[in-house]
């Protein structure tokens, strides 16, 4: 079983509309949680870190259940500037930060 | 400011040679990881720089493949006897000391080993 699943997709939406991206985790023991973002051949840019009691930053909202050890990003009010794949990212006790395989998203016109 | 920055960008050469893949951190980061993705796949990491400690280089697939950080700076990432299956993405990122979790990448290079 991989460190972090993430659903490959693609997502492909309509502009405007709400989409959420689930990620489960294996090990109970991860501390820290992020969503970074991948432009096509381009390089990871962080998105945001995700807190335990959930934060939003603008039309992105991420939420952490560890209890099912599962992370969420939500996305309303889509734009096709959004048109990207999405990492689910983990840290565990270890320093290193363990990248899902990311699910793709397409906004369309 | 700069960002974290990659060189080359591309990178062709052939099976057996030996290549140097460098990434010059952003100033004030203190770790440095070095990560590669091949083609459709998620990101692999291969070794993390904090400070003057020893490196973590838990993520290196084999002994050909070797870093080093200079002066708390600048790393050299070198393959040795070149594989077609090292042909990938390498990417450089660092954080800095207060938000170590967060990391920056670099654009990358992109190796193919004919």
């Known amino acids: 079983r991989k460190e972090v699943e993430q659903d490959p997709g693609p997502f492909n939406v309509p502009e405007g509309a709400t989409v959420a991206f689930n990620c489960t985790y294996s090990?109970?023991?991860?501390?820290?949680f992020f969503w970074y973002r991948q432009d096509c051949r381009k390089e990871p840019k962080l998105l945001m870190s995700?807190?335990?009691s959930g934060n939003e930053d603008g039309r992105f909202t991420a939420q952490l259940n560890r209890a099912s050890q599962y992370i969420s990003l939500l996305i309303r009010d889509s734009k096709l500037s959004d048109s990207a794949t999405y990492l689910c990212?983990?840290?565990?006790?270890?320093?290193?930060?363990?990248f899902g395989s990311g699910t793709q998203l397409t906004v369309l016109p | 400011g700069a960002g974290v920055s990659q060189s080359p960008s591309n990178k062709v050469t052939e099976k057996g040679k030996d290549v140097e893949l460098r990434c010059d951190p952003i100033?004030?980061?203190?770790?440095l990881y070095w990560y590669r993705q091949s083609l459709g796949q998620g990101l692999e990491f291969l070794i993390y720089?904090?400070?003057?400690?020893?490196?973590?280089k838990s993520g290196l697939p084999s002994d050909r493949f070797s870093a080093e950080r200079t002066g708390g700076s600048v790393s050299t990432l070198t393959i040795q006897r070149t594989q077609q299956e090292d042909s990938a993405v390498y990417l450089c990122?660092?954080?800095?000391?207060?938000?170590?979790?967060?990391?920056?990448f670099g654009p990358g290079t992109r190796l193919t080993v004919t």
């Open positions: 100033s004030g980061h203190t770790a």
């Open positions: 990212v983990v840290r565990g006790s270890a320093r290193q930060l363990t």
């Open positions: 090990n109970s023991a991860s501390q820290s």
């Open positions: 990122a660092s954080s800095s000391p207060g938000r170590k979790y967060e990391q920056y």
């Open positions: 995700v807190y335990s």
């Open positions: 720089f904090q400070g003057n400690s020893a490196p973590d």
